[in-house]
């Protein structure tokens, strides 16, 4: 079984290979934010600090207990929930963009941490041993990725899933309704920064190597910018987002030195000619239904 | 030792006041958080270093001559990829504010490459003062003065001009100033290139302060200044330096006291816990939730 997967893997050219595992990392994330931006609409700019959280508890598992990889990840996304939700019941109760500069400020003060950080080798960063399973990375990367998108839809049509969607159009409706609000945006938190944190664990296996730095700033607008460009609450959208732009670098190496100003402009291109996203308010089951010719009411 | 702690507490703060300045002036008026403008700092340092190297001009005409780029630059900034963004959800702007920051960066690393580069020496003549027991260099007492000077130029602007007047309106009500009669689209250009300008001008004196100009210097700076208005309370141009002030006094403290390493988590955690005690800032108002 092993041999047969790692011959599948080995039929892929590596550098597609690696586009394509950067994809579904991006995916696993990128669906994370997208429960905390999309669907509770509680702007976050601290992803990434998830993600780092993830990454270096998921590489310390390895390191010192050698669990079998899969158990691996369920204990960094239940260690990254719970640091989310310990965060996330205090700085919860702001709205709006409070909320995106105090997560934006935790993930700094998260990103200090680590660089000073002694277990994790500081600023020199973490080499990760590889990961305790049989099936190879990339076959791995998108069980996950897949296992995320059908998590995150089911999430989404949920209960849970409803009263998340009206605390993002009315919390003061939300609540009069008699939606526990506090409860519900913890939650969210929660769930969101679990899929950041088992992304995070398998970019540490996956690439073998992390560094404190990796997870800045500009990390957390990557993963924003994914779930903006595919539109805001979208399922489709999002995964459609992440493989965009995270397989764009690679397309633009061919002009490697204008890659990031592209990079760049593409943003401000897309926002301004597509502003709510790719898929912003397309409703597939709507297309669907009209693409065999029935209209709904 | 405290008073010197002090002065090079006052003279970091008021360069983080006056980018803070241009970051709630935009947020006051059409609540965005302007992320380019952390870049447009680090062009502002590169042009005055350009203007100092190459045609050997003074500090104060080079302040000058990259307030003027910037203010065009935060000007055209605004027209490409704010204006069309602007009845459009705030987080897309965000995005393509969070694009034009990447862009200009990029930018800057491909004209003038990945190391810092230097003031030439003597750019600005540095002399020790004795005060006390502080050394003082002229070159705080430069950028504590010039900082002051244009903080009290832009509080005359807000407040004894016409247009400042306009930007006032604007920020308490867009729909209403521009039935009023107010040319909206003129404030919120006049605003950015305000903004751009005390910007630029903290760009050429970190770049001094420092003797170091490099592509990614606006992101932290950036970043800290831009808590430097939330701390202040965001829309509130008093606000911002006081705000600007706290964090440089409390960075250099924060540093003298032996947590350099810390050095970039103390802002945002001073940052957090005031938000989480007082949500709008020192200085905000409190926004009340239309139901």
């Known amino acids: 079984m092993a041999d047969f997967l790692n011959s599948l893997v080995g039929a892929v050219d590596p ?108 600023a020199l960063g973490l080499t990760v ?39 993002r159009e009315d ?48 990390k957390s607008v990557d993963i924003l910018a994914m779930v903006v460009l595919g539109g805001l609450g979208s399922v489709p959208g999002t995964v459609i987002g992440s493989s965009v732009l995270a397989s764009a670098p690679e397309f633009l190496r061919f002009m490697s030195q204008y890659r990031m100003l592209v990079y760049g402009a593409l943003l401000v291109f897309l ?9 912003g308010g397309v409703n597939f089951t709507e297309l669907l239904l009209r693409a065999v010719g029935k209209k709904r009411k | 030792m405290f008073l010197q702690q002090l002065v090079n507490g006052v003279a970091l703060g008021s360069v983080y006041a006056l980018i803070a300045l241009g970051y709630t002036m935009v947020y006051g008026i059409i609540t965005l958080i302007n992320f380019a403008h952390g870049e447009i700092f680090m062009v502002g340092a590169f042009i005055g270093l350009l203007l100092v190297s190459f045609f050997k001009v003074n500090v104060f005409v080079a302040i000058v001559g990259a307030m003027i780029f910037c203010m065009i630059m935060g000007v055209l900034i605004e027209l ?50 004795q005060v006390g027991s502080a050394d003082i260099s002229t070159l ?3 950028i504590i003065g010039v900082s002051a000077v244009l903080m009290l130029g832009l509080e005359f602007i807000v407040q004894k001009t016409k247009i400042g007047k306009a930007m006032r309106a604007t920020s308490e009500d867009y729909n209403t100033a521009a039935l009023m009669g107010i040319n909206v689209n003129r404030v919120i250009s006049f605003t950015f290139a305000l903004g751009s300008a005390l910007a630029a001008a903290g760009g050429v004196l970190v770049g001094v302060l420092f003797n170091a100009v490099s592509f990614n210097m606006g992101l932290m700076a950036g ?11 965001i829309g509130s141009i008093p606000g911002a330096m006081l705000g600007g002030l706290l964090l440089g006094v409390s960075e250099v403290f924060g540093v003298a006291i032996g947590y350099s390493s810390y050095r970039d988590a103390i802002a945002f955690t001073i940052l957090v816990l005031v938000l989480l005690v007082k949500p709008t800032g020192l200085l905000g108002q409190k926004i009340t939730k239309k139901v």
């Open chain 1, 271 to 279: 926002m301004v000619f597509r502003p709510n996203g790719l898929l």
């Open chain 2, 140 to 142: 705080q007492l430069l």
């Open chain 1, 129 to 167: 041993p590889p990961a305790k399973t049989l099936i190879p990375m990339p076959i791995y990367v998108w069980v996950v990725a897949i296992l995320s998108i059908v998590l995150v839809t089911f999430v989404q049509s949920s209960r849970f899933g409803r009263a998340l969607k009206a605390i």
């Open chain 2, 223 to 233: 970043l800290k200044a831009f808590a430097a208005a939330v701390l202040g309370g």
């Open chain 2, 80 to 129: 490409i990829a704010y204006r069309p963004l602007r009845k459009s959800s705030r987080l897309s702007a965000l995005i393509s504010a969070i694009g034009v920051s990447i862009f200009l960066s990029s930018l800057a690393l491909m004209v003038f490459g990945a190391d810092a580069k230097g003031f030439p020496e003597g750019a600005f003549p540095v002399q020790q003062i």
């Open chain 1, 15 to 122: 550098y597609m290979m690696q586009i394509l595992v950067n994809v579904g990392v991006a995916i696993v994330l990128a669906l994370g934010l997208n429960v905390i931006v999309g669907l509770t609409g509680q702007l976050s700019l601290g992803h990434a600090a998830f993600m780092s959280i993830g990454a270096f508890t998921s590489a310390m598992v390895t390191i010192k207990t050698g669990l079998p990889f899969s158990l691996n990840l369920v204990v960094t996304g239940v260690v990254t929930a719970i640091v989310a939700a310990a965060i996330g019941f205090p700085i919860l109760r702001l709205t709006g963009d409070y909320l995106a500069i105090c997560t934006l400020g935790f993930a700094e003060i998260v990103k200090v941490f680590f660089l000073n950080f002694e277990p994790t080798n500081k």
């Open chain 1, 171 to 218: 919390e003061i409706a939300a609540e009069a309704m008699g939606i526990n609000t506090a409860r519900y945006k913890i939650q969210a938190f929660a769930l969101g920064s679990f899929l950041a944190g088992v992304g995070g664990g398998l970019y540490a296996h996956f690439l073998s190597y992390i560094n404190p730095s990796d997870f800045g700033f500009l």
